[in-house]
């Protein structure tokens, strides 16, 4: 089960508002699958995991979103991504596009996108980074002269909680993955994750 927030504040006190529904969202669905049908035998749905997933209108990098950061959703759902508040792990890429590089060449079919994505320096051209003290939040990103940290503002998230899960279960991520097949149509880098989940009976 799924549940996909992609219309998040700007103003980081209401986007935590939003995070604590979040949070209740996923005790609600985890309490109701568990409850039987009237009339029914106890037969009950064994959640092995649950799935929030959008864009969050935040990074875990920007110093301005260290509230969202510190959210006690990350302690109830874990981000694949993230090492911890403000760090994320070397291989994650931000999600967010430049606006006014949108329709270049470079970046407007799935297959440059990709070849774009996988170059470092070209990425750099074209990924919105958070603003530093001396850059602008509303300044260009094309043509910059400061010298950037991280790999972006990744602001789209997929994060997965394991609380349902059986003792003798295991559940593993099998893939993360940077989708391009959207290029040209938004100026967010889609997310994706496989999860699978073995009861020890079967294979996954």
């Given at each position: ?11 980081a006190?209401?986007r ?25 035998k ?18 875990n ?40 590089g ?103």
């Amino acid at each position: 089960m799924a549940q996909d927030h992609d219309t998040f504040s700007c103003d980081a006190s209401v986007r935590c508002e939003q995070l604590d529904r979040l949070l209740q969202w996923g005790a609600e669905f985890r309490q109701s699958s568990s409850i039987p049908l009237e009339g029914e035998k106890v037969l009950e749905d064994l959640v092995a995991f649950d799935v929030i997933l959008g864009d969050l209108n935040f990074d875990n990098c920007s110093s301005e979103d260290k509230l969202e950061q510190q959210h006690a959703l990350f302690t109830q759902y874990k981000d694949p991504c993230r090492l911890g508040p403000g760090e994320d792990k070397p291989w994650a890429l931000g999600t967010l596009l430049d606006p006014s590089g949108l329709y270049d060449e470079d970046v407007s079919s799935p297959e440059s996108l990709q070849k774009l994505m996988e170059n470092e320096e070209g990425r750099k051209e074209y990924l919105v980074f958070p603003p530093s003290k001396s850059q602008c939040p509303a300044s260009s990103q094309k043509g910059r002269k400061i010298p950037l940290k991280g790999n972006g503002r990744r602001i789209d998230y997929i994060l997965y909680s394991d609380e349902g899960l059986q003792q003798d279960w295991k559940l593993e991520i099998e893939e993360f993955s940077f989708v391009t097949q959207l290029a040209g149509l938004t100026d967010h880098l889609s997310v994706a994750m496989r999860l699978a989940v073995s009861t020890g009976e079967e294979e996954p």
